[in-house]
């Protein structure tokens, strides 16, 4: 038998070897009438990306490359600043680093985008979790896909302006709501939480805070044994992920998953939220909203 030759030049072998490390690619596209900081969370044993926070004005996009099965989660931190000694920090999804990248730290409450690529047979496994809360609007769209079911899943809806009163985050001047804690942001009780004796799916069951998020957002993780009707699959796909997404952000195909289809992306009772009504400086309370808000929250009080 030959033997093989050793002789490729030394620049060629980082070459090689990256070209099996990269699988896929994550676009963050910030269309919300603000600026938006991702953070990004690799999970532990994890080859991490090449950057774990940066800055997204409106109307820019970002690609990142993704080592291959790769696993963490991605979200979105808003009202960010730097003070006078140069800490970083921002009013939502603040990872406590400090700086500008997040360091290897997480943060709650967010909207968060989760995936493990290259999972079990091959597939990618991807959801949008409102578990740990909610700040901003956010869509996952897998592109040039295949196997699994592919689907575009998110939370297109603005839910700080109709929050829960006692699961409200309010902003620096007392007035504004600028997040939404889950239950167990809110309380720390075992039930929200699904720990202890409720560590189980028997035992776990939808809160009334839960069915608020699952109400708004159908896809979206509600709480931790949601499963069946949030987490999708794709296989040898790209990502586009972004922040307050408009109606174009969904001409990409949906997939075939059962589960999807028993679930729309946006709930027709909810008003569907694009960038440019998404402020701020206000909770969103317009008139054309009133409706949209009376039946939500006669929803979360019947159930309450």
């Not at 990306?49 to 997204?56: D, H, K, V």
């Not at 500008?100 to 409450?109: D, M, R, S, T, V």
């Not at 998110?154 to 829960?164: A, E, F, K, R, T």
């Amino acid at each position: 038998m030959a033997r093989l030759s050793l002789s490729l030049p030394i620049f060629c072998i980082p070459l090689l070897f990256l070209s099996g490390v990269l699988s896929a690619s994550f676009t963050l596209t910030n269309n919300c009438g603000y600026s938006v900081w991702p953070g990004i969370l690799s999970s532990a044993g994890t080859a991490p990306i090449s950057t774990t926070g940066f800055a997204l004005q409106t109307g820019q996009s970002k690609t990142l490359s993704v080592p291959t099965s790769w696993s963490g989660r991605i979200w979105g931190r808003t009202l960010c600043s730097e003070d006078s000694t140069g800490k970083f920090s921002c009013m939502t999804g603040d990872c406590g680093s400090g700086k500008l990248e997040c360091n290897g730290q997480g943060a709650i409450p967010a909207t968060l985008a989760e995936f493990t690529l290259d999972g079990s047979d091959g597939l990618d496994f991807y959801d949008v979790s409102l578990v740990d809360g909610y700040n901003l609007p956010m869509l996952v769209v897998p592109q040039g896909g295949k196997d699994g079911n592919c689907s575009t899943t998110g939370c297109l809806v603005d839910l700080n302006g109709i929050c829960p009163s006692d699961l409200r985050v309010l902003g620096s001047d007392g007035s504004e709501n600028v997040a939404c804690k889950s239950a167990c942001g809110a309380f720390g009780e075992p039930q929200y939480c699904c720990s202890g004796e409720y560590g189980n799916p028997n035992t776990c069951k939808p809160s009334s805070y839960s069915q608020f998020f699952k109400h708004a957002c159908p896809r979206a993780y509600s709480y931790a044994y949601d499963d069946g009707s949030s987490t999708f699959t794709c296989a040898s796909a790209n990502y586009v992920i972004t922040f307050c997404p408009t109606i174009s952000s969904l001409k990409s195909s949906d997939g075939k998953n059962p589960a999807a289809a028993e679930l729309p992306l946006v709930n027709s009772s909810m008003i569907f939220t694009s960038g440019d009504e998404i402020s701020h400086a206000s909770p969103l309370i317009k008139p054309w909203r009133i409706l949209a808000v009376v039946i939500l929250a006669l929803f979360f009080q019947l159930f309450h």
